[in-house]
C-alpha cells in the first residue's frame, strides 16, 4: 500500500522555525521528484513551496520562501524533508508532500501520490 505520512507541523510564533518529514511506503523514492504544497485557507488551490528531483538533487523554491526553507531527501530512510526558518504569518497552511515519477512540476494534478497534510499556524 502506497503512502506518504507527514508531520513534523503545529503552531510556532513568527520568525520561529519547523522541520516538516514526509515518511514514504509502499514504494521507493529514489525515482520521484518530491515536493512540499501548502493550501490556505480551504478549498484554494494548492501552491507548490519546493521540490527536489529524483536524478541531481535540483531544488525549486517558491520566491515567497527562497533563502528561508530548504527541502532535502534521504532516499535511505525513504524520506523528504522541509525545513522552515524564518517563518511569517502567511506561512500559515495545510502543507502536503508529494511524489512525481518524473520532473518537478508546478501543477499539483501532475503528481502520483500525495500525504494526508500537516498543518502549519504561524501565529503570536
Known amino acids: 500500500q502506497v503512502q506518504l505520512v507527514e508531520s513534523g507541523g503545529g503552531l510556532v510564533q513568527p520568525g520561529g522555525s519547523l522541520r516538516l518529514s514526509c515518511a514514504a511506503s509502499g514504494f521507493i523514492l529514489d525515482d520521484y521528484a518530491l515536493g512540499w504544497f501548502r493550501q490556505a485557507p480551504p478549498g484554494e488551490g494548492r501552491e507548490r513551496v519546493s521540490?527536489?528531483?529524483?536524478?541531481?538533487?535540483?531544488?525549486y523554491y517558491a520566491d515567497s520562501v527562497q533563502g528561508r526553507f530548504t527541502i532535502s531527501r534521504d532516499n535511505a530512510k525513504n524520506t523528504v524533508y522541509l525545513q522552515m526558518n524564518s517563518l511569517k504569518s502567511e506561512a500559515t497552511a495545510v502543507y502536503y508532500c508529494?511524489?512525481?515519477?518524473?520532473?518537478?512540476?508546478?501543477?499539483?494534478?501532475?503528481?502520483?501520490?500525495w500525504g494526508q497534510g500537516t498543518q502549519v499556524t504561524v501565529s503570536s
Open positions: 521540490c527536489i528531483s529524483s536524478d541531481d538533487g535540483t531544488t
Open positions: 508529494a511524489a512525481l515519477q518524473g520532473v518537478c512540476s508546478l501543477d499539483p494534478y501532475d503528481y502520483d501520490y
